[in-house]
């Protein structure tokens, strides 16, 4: 499965929930994952997302591990998000920012 990682945090384009065609998308405040028993795999997300927060899991940095984790955890959790929105308001403030993980909301 692909993952999404810390870039997206207060960011959330969702320009990847608009071209996943299996629609396994998760949306949480300031975070989006995907569900690691749907997602099939196809690649479509990962060139579109402008903060290059998705990764397949294969090829997760080692620093963005736990995202693997997290995905699984919060698809079980949060609503299915089918259809580009907004992205937060902050997103292009936070857009290069390091070190978000403490700022996820749950
Ligand atoms: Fe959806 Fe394909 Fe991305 Fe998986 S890799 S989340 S199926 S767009
Ligand atoms: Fe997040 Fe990138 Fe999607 S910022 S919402 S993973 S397009």
Do not use: M
């Not at 999404?4 to 960011?11: A, D, G, L, Q, R």
């Not at 196809?42 to 397949?56: D, L, M, Q, R, S």
């Amino acid at each position: 499965a692909y993952v999404v990682t810390e870039p997206c945090i207060k960011c959330k384009y969702t320009d990847c929930v608009e071209v996943c065609p299996v629609n396994c998308f998760y949306e949480g405040a300031n975070f989006l994952v995907i569900h690691p028993d749907e997602c099939i795999d196809c690649g479509a997300c990962e060139p579109v997302c402008p903060t290059k927060a998705i990764f397949p899991e294969s090829d997760l940095p080692g620093e963005y591990k736990e995202y693997k984790e997290l995905n699984a955890k919060f698809a079980g959790q949060w609503p299915n998000i089918a259809e580009k929105k907004a992205p937060l308001p902050e997103a292009e403030e936070f857009k290069e920012t390091k070190g978000k993980r403490s700022q996820l909301l749950d």
